[in-house]
């Protein structure tokens, strides 16, 4: 029984190592990607085998899934923008300067030092050392969910996560700074399969990703899983261009992006005073609190990770030089 | 009787790893794109089919056998859509290069 | 049982491996995303053998996801790998 | 050769490998790359710490926190690609003109 | 409602403040202001309880660390939230005028409260997961604030710092996983009780090294000059004056609960910052723009902050913690003074070319006057505050014949005077070659903030004994013996 678990460890293991090693090997950038795309899905595979199985939703979704979408995007833009969109010829297109062969080996040599004393002091550390363990177990009845994840994310540690939104929000607004109305790459033709393919599954994924939400008060998922898989609604809308975002709709987008970050902010505020603290919710109160936080903050999520995929500000009609309009 | 649906769950499982094993196959072996691509998008969806119907045997409720269905249904719909995709980005890039596969 | 499960897993794990190759040596997008496509397809079939395995539904849901998310990305890997200049 | 160890040797690998990668990258989207293998590598150290051994249950903090890190690191990851589109950009224009 | 704890109100505001600047673009400014009035407001109530009790905790959700987060503050984290919040509203304030562009301006605002939430959340955070979210928001708002400009010099400089950030913070995150693998928490009064061991030392090096490459410590420097140098003037004055001191100051906490295992890394500490105050000073002796001096200059003093913690870990004594402390504050407002009147200059004139800065029109005597009194107090001249905090380095070094970091320390500052004065030169040639000058373009707010900012500079040496006692309010550097 552990001989087979063992084997198939290994294999794991192996595989994802190999696959961080290839992704930044591989000449083409486009297979780059894909490799990387599948190093995400294999870890995502090694977590649920460490009984992890909200980080593995988490990763799939967000780590992997977003972020192959983002690389791509950002990937087809400077084939756009160099004007070499023809396939596997578009290679080193970001050259920062050509690092000399022994500079490499040397940094590869440190790290191989650093790798050496960061497994020995993994080593020598105790398995299954001390933990939160027996504190969370305690505490859990007070939480006001049954899922012991959800219970840290929103309610032991709810600060952390009502910072990690506000990360999130400053992402958009430095990327809508960042990019002011550049001109994208043309629309493709997806024909009739494609429009078939959108109708059938958009309402499916709008559904799963509710679920998540719904689900994660006693099991796997919440907010971010079911914030991201609603965000893949967006992708494909945005994809497809059956949604093409306008300058008339920047002032919704602004309130969407905030949305999460008000509402959690706001409750942990009001629910203060008369003896509480911030983030104190009252007990009798504390599962619909935490239900209504998440609900935003999925909103809020979908709809930021949507944006960082699209990217630029929606401006109105170009100008010539890209400053000064708004 | 339980010995029999474990022995019919394991078969179920045992092919559809085949089928998986021989998608791999054919996606290394075979000489261009668009056998690839059939090789690989019927073999696949075969062996999840397979898979899935071994593990709904031995599931324990009903939301299971459903969500396990709803998995299929997903891969059978994106599988026949990227199939198509891929088969149609294949065909414009060949377009685009005058002729030639592979 | 388990060890059976362990066993299959392995084998579609290889399976994976060996697709690889395929990614690596191309020659053009349109392999590379159909090994994407294979690699999704069997991560949620490994997916389901753990979730029999470590006796967990809950892995179903992140199968559900797996599912979902292969589909989306092989979308955006065909539409932004083959959206010309026209 | 328990899973935990197993796991963790990898993490700390892969963490080493986006090192190495984040400083000789010549391709500026392959260090975002890199980055985020880094941040893969953190991941598994952290959930490996959280593991223990069944059918005990995990310990659901690290479990919390690596999922912060997983979007705090998208949102780094979408500004620095963000970056890199501008620059690209910046640089097209200027080889025009 | 009216007794929400200050402690609460100094991360909520400013946070609230950005939400609503960013949903309500064309107020942002003056949205933007009253939040970082109402900031300086709890960040004074919130020092009046310290002085009364010594230090303030907030348990949030009212859940004990370790399986909660406690808010803390102390003498040292209240002097550095009053630095951030004075330094920030008279930076704001100066933004008002500074900024003339719709577009900077609706993005300028937003980004810069969210870097005050996320400083705020440093300086009163005791959680060491909850500061790597933290340095991220700050991470995030800063690179944002750098590419404010949009030039391809800006956008260059702002994607170097972007890797670096993340890297620093991805190493953060490395140790904070070792240190849950050995300790399994995360509070800092969990990392006081744990037993050194392999694993705390391999989360020590991986945070310390973060850290570092946040803070800029040569040669981690390598992203500061270019990022500081491009960015627009308010947000250069942030970035230098305020950004840099976050990661320092997560140092110098850390350092405090987990102290380094070795003499000899505490000793290769203080060679690096040496080594900052030499480099630095070289390439700001050769830089040909005035906001690239300005920039390494930071580098420089950076380095020095570093050489008074070394010596601190030598001795022991807690004085060279409060030299570090006061070099942190008296950096703080000289800079953001320094960059302010530098892009004032650089408005003025057209360009900010040091070998040319005489040959202009207009003659910004203000500004030039500011970037004087700015200067006097980074060189360390009496009675700057800049000068208490070297001279109180320097004492201690000196006591306990530790020559070698004063000769460093003296080295720099006749560097400093040197390429000080090569800017002065380009302000005095004025007179000689030009017969007559326009007027410059009139009071400004632009010209008022900087004035004030320098001005106190100077002035806060004179109090300097006050500050001194109060950053030891709440033993911040565990000196209860």
Known sequence: MTDAAT???????????ALAIASLTVRDMFAAIV????????????????SAPDVALAEAAIGTG???????????????VTGKLGEGQARDLTPIATVPAGVIWANAAFCGMITLGL????LGAPQAGPGFDSLVAEAMPASGVDHPVTAVLLNFRAYDTLMEVVVLLAAVIAVWQIERGLSDAPAPALGEVWQGFARLTLPAIVVVGTYLLWKGSEAPG?????????????????LSRIYVPRPAHRGLARWAFVLGTGAFAGVALLVSGGGRVAFEYPAQHAYSLILLIEGLVTISIAVTLAALFHGREPVAAPAPEGRNDT | MPDLITFISAALIAAGAVFFIAGTVGLLRFPDTYCRLH????????GLALIALGIALTASSFGEVFRIALIWFFVAVASATGGHLIATHARRVDRAEGKEGS | MTIYLYAIATLLLLSILAGLIRVLRGPRPAERMMAAQLFGTAAVAILLILSRIMDSPALLDVAVVFALLAAVTLVAFVVLASRKVS | MTPDLIYGLTGIAVFAIGLVGALCAQDRLRRVLALK?????????LVVAAWRTPPADPDPVPHALVITGIVVMISATAVALALIRRLQTLEAEDDDG | MMMVDPLILTLFLPLFGAIAAFVLPRAAAWVGLLAVLGTGVAVAALARAVLAEGEVVTQLGGWAPPLGIALRADGLSVAMLAMTAGVGLLVSIGALDALRDLRERQYFWPLWLLLLTGMNGVYLGTDIFNLYVMIEVIALAAVGLTVLSGTKQAVRAGLEYMYASILGALLFLMGVGFVYLQAGRLDFAGLIAVEPSGAMSAALALMVVGLLLKTALFPLHFWLPAAHANATAPASAL???LVVKAALYIFLRLTTYMPLPDEILVTLIGTLGAGAVLWGGVQALRAERLKLLVAWSTVVQIGLIFIAFARAGQVGLSESWKAAALLILAHGVAKSAMFLAAGRIKDEIGHDRIADLDKSDTRPTLAQFTFALAAISIIGLPPSLGFIGKWTLMEGAMAAGYWHWVAVTMIGTLMSVAYFSRVFAGFLRFDRMRGELAEHKGWALADAAPLTLAIAAISLGLMAAPILSFIELGYPFGAQQ
Request: some cysteine.
């Open chain 1, 66 to 80: 977003v972020t192959g979408a983002l690389l791509l995007k950002t990937l087809h833009h400077l084939r756009y």
């Open chain 1, 119 to 122: 497994a020995l002091a993994f």
């Open chain 1, 222 to 238: 919440g907010a971010f899983q079911g914030g991201a898989v609603l965000a893949a609604v967006g992708l494909l809308l945005l």
């Open chain 1, 35 to 50: 490799l990387f795309v599948i190093f995400g899905l294999l870890s995502a595979l090694a977590w649920v085998r460490l």
């Open chain 1, 7 to 17: 084997l198939f460890d290994l294999l794991l293991a192996g595989s994802v190592i």
């Open chain 4, 37 to 45: 293998l880094c941040s893969v590598g953190a991941g598994f150290v």
């Open chain 5, 239 to 241: 970035l230098s004056g």
């Open chain 2, 39 to 46: 090789a690989l998008t019927k073999a696949d969806g075969l």
